[in-house]
C-alpha cells in the first residue's frame, strides 16, 4: 500500500490544486511513483479521460505532472453546475444524477463507497497519493457525510495539511479560525500548514508563522510566494479565466454563466500578437475584434438566453455584417445554429429555442453524453489536432456539408457559405501548435513560434522546483502516512 497525505484549503482557490500538481512534479522527479486525487470536486471544466469517463480539468493536469494519463479514479465524484442551486453529479467518470443542492446533501454520504473504492486502487498501484480537498474543512455546515475534506480524511486515516491564502488578507484569522471550529478528531488529522501567494519579503511574515504555530501547534512548512507563471497552465474555475492584454490581434469571448471546458482559451492566452478579451456581462462585445468565439457551456439553452440579455446577439451580428470571423466550440456550435430542441427536457422543459442563425444547421439534444478522445485534420490547413468531445446533442443541417474537419475519418463541424463562421465539438484544437498558427495567420497574427504544449510541461518543472525552494519538501513527505 502506498502512503497518503491530503492537502486542504483554508478557503477556495487558495492554491491547493497548483500546489498539489508542483508537488507531484516534484516527487516524479525524484523518482516517486504518484497519483492524484481529489474524492469530490465541483467545475464545469472537465477532461476526457484514457478510460472513457471525465473528471475534473485540475486532475488531468495534476496527473500530467506526475506522468500520468488522467483516469476516472483520480476524481471519482465530479458535481457539474448547471443552475445556481442544482448540478449534473458525475461518478466514476459518468452522469449519475441531477441533483438540486439540498437533494446532494441528502444523499451525499452514500458516494463515500465509491470514492474509497476508487482511492483504494490508487493507493494499490503507486508509492504515494496527493489528496487535495475542496473548499474548506472550516465550512462545518457542510461536514455532516462529507466526503470531500475531513469525511474522507477520517475514513481514509490521513493526515492534513492546510493551505491558507495570504493575497487575500486575514490569513492569521484563517488559519487559526479554521483550527477553532474544527473538531477535536478533526483538528488532530492537521499536522502542518502552508501560506500561499505571499508577496514581497517572505522574512516580513516571520511573526505571523511563528503566531499561527503557537495557536495552533500545527508546523510551519513554509511561505509560498506568488507563482507568475501560474497563468501558463490550464486553469478549472472561471475565477482563473481572465483577460491577456499584449497583441494588437482581438479575440473577444463572452463570460456566459456557465461556461464549460474554456480550457481551449489557454493557448491563445499564451500567444504575444492576441489580445485575448474575456468580455463580462453587463459590457458589449468589441467592435474591433477580429474572432468571437463561443466557448462551451454546461447549460446552452440558459447561457443563450443569457447572451441575448446582454445584447451580445446584437452585437455578434453586427460583428459578422462587418466582415468579422466567428467559431463557435461545442454549446458555442451549438448557439450559432437556427435552432436547438430539447425534446426531451434535457436542460429544461421540452420544446425549441431559436439559436443565433449564423450557421444553417439545426442541433437536437439528448441525454446520451458523448465522450471521446479524438484525432482531427483541419481541412483549410491541413493541420493536424488532438482533442476531446465532450457534449450532449447531434447537430446537423446544410452547412455540415461544409465540414471543415475530418474527425476519426468522418467529416465534422459546419462551415458557412461565407466561410466566416464556423461550429464544431473538438475541444483542444489551439494546442495544436500548426493549427493554431494557421487559424491565426488568417486574422493577421504574425507568427511567434510557441509550443503550447512544452510550455506547460515548463512551467510545471518550474513549479515544481519553486516548491523546493520556498517549502520543506522533506518534511512535507515525511508527515505522509501508510494507507
Not at 471521446?372 to 447537430?395: D, F, P
Amino acid at each position: 500500500m502506498s502512503k497518503i497525505l491530503m492537502i486542504q484549503g483554508a478557503g477556495s482557490n487558495v492554491g491547493k490544486s497548483m500546489i498539489v500538481a508542483g508537488l507531484a512534479r516534484a516527487c516524479r522527479k525524484r523518482g516517486i511513483a504518484v497519483a492524484p486525487f481529489k474524492p469530490q470536486n465541483m467545475s464545469n471544466n472537465a477532461a476526457v479521460t484514457v478510460d472513457g469517463g471525465e473528471i475534473g480539468r485540475a486532475q488531468a493536469l495534476q496527473a500530467r505532472a506526475a506522468g500520468l494519463e488522467p483516469v476516472i479514479d483520480m476524481n471519482p465524484v465530479l458535481l457539474k453546475p448547471e443552475t445556481d442551486t442544482g448540478a449534473q453529479v458525475i461518478v466514476h467518470g459518468r452522469r449519475h444524477a441531477t441533483l438540486s443542492a439540498r437533494d446532494y446533501t441528502r444523499v451525499k454520504d452514500t458516494l463515500m463507497q465509491p470514492v474509497m473504492d476508487s482511492f483504494r486502487r490508487l493507493a494499490k498501484r503507486f508509492e504515494l497519493v496527493l489528496i487535495e480537498g475542496a473548499g474548506s474543512p472550516a465550512e462545518t455546515n457542510l461536514r455532516r457525510g462529507d466526503i470531500a475534506n475531513m469525511g474522507f480524511a477520517q475514513a481514509a486515516d490521513c493526515p492534513v495539511v492546510l493551505v491558507g491564502d495570504i493575497d487575500r488578507g486575514g490569513v492569521i484569522a484563517q488559519m487559526v479560525g479554521t483550527h477553532a471550529v474544527l473538531s477535536d478528531s478533526d483538528r488532530n488529522l492537521v499536522r502542518a500548514f502552508i501560506i500561499n501567494k505571499f508577496r514581497g519579503d517572505p522574512h516580513l511574515f516571520s511573526g505571523g508563522m511563528k503566531e499561527i504555530s503557537q495557536r495552533t501547534g500545527w508546523a510551519a512548512l513554509g511561505i509560498l510566494p506568488w507563482f507568475d507563471d501560474a497563468w501558463r497552465l490550464p486553469g478549472e474555475d472561471v475565477m482563473d479565466l481572465a483577460a491577456r492584454p499584449g497583441g494588437t490581434v482581438r479575440i473577444a469571448v463572452p463570460q456566459l454563466g456557465r461556461l464549460a471546458n474554456f480550457d481551449d482559451l489557454d493557448p491563445l492566452a499564451g500567444e504575444p500578437g492576441v489580445r485575448l478579451d474575456i468580455v463580462p456581462p453587463g459590457r458589449p462585445l468589441p467592435g474591433d475584434a477580429a474572432l468571437v468565439l463561443l466557448a462551451g457551456s454546461k447549460s446552452t439553452i440558459a447561457d443563450l438566453a443569457a447572451l441575448r440579455e446582454n445584447g451580445w446577439d446584437i452585437d455578434l451580428l453586427a460583428h459578422h455584417r462587418r466582415g468579422g470571423q466567428v467559431l463557435g466550440i461545442c454549446a458555442g456550435y451549438q448557439m450559432l445554429g437556427r435552432q436547438i430542441h430539447d425534446p426531451d427536457g434535457v436542460e429544461g422543459p421540452p420544446g425549441s429555442v431559436a439559436g443565433l442563425g449564423l450557421l444553417d444547421v439545426e442541433t437536437t439534444l439528448g441525454r446520451r453524453k458523448r465522450l471521446a478522445l479524438s484525432n482531427a485534420r483541419c481541412l483549410e490547413n491541413g493541420e493536424t489536432v488532438t482533442g476531446y468531445e465532450i457534449h450532449l446533442g447531434n447537430t446537423g443541417g446544410a452547412d455540415c456539408a461544409n465540414g471543415w474537419l475530418m474527425l476519426d475519418g468522418q467529416l465534422h463541424g459546419a462551415r458557412s457559405a461565407c466561410g466566416r463562421v464556423r461550429g464544431c465539438y473538438l475541444h483542444g484544437l489551439f494546442a495544436a501548435d500548426g493549427f493554431r498558427e494557421a487559424f491565426l495567420a488568417d486574422l493577421g497574427v504574425p507568427a511567434a513560434g510557441l509550443h503550447h504544449e512544452a510550455t506547460v510541461e515548463n512551467t510545471l518543472d518550474a513549479l515544481a522546483c519553486h516548491l523546493e525552494n520556498n517549502l520543506d519538501l522533506d518534511a512535507i513527505l515525511d508527515l505522509a502516512a501508510r494507507a
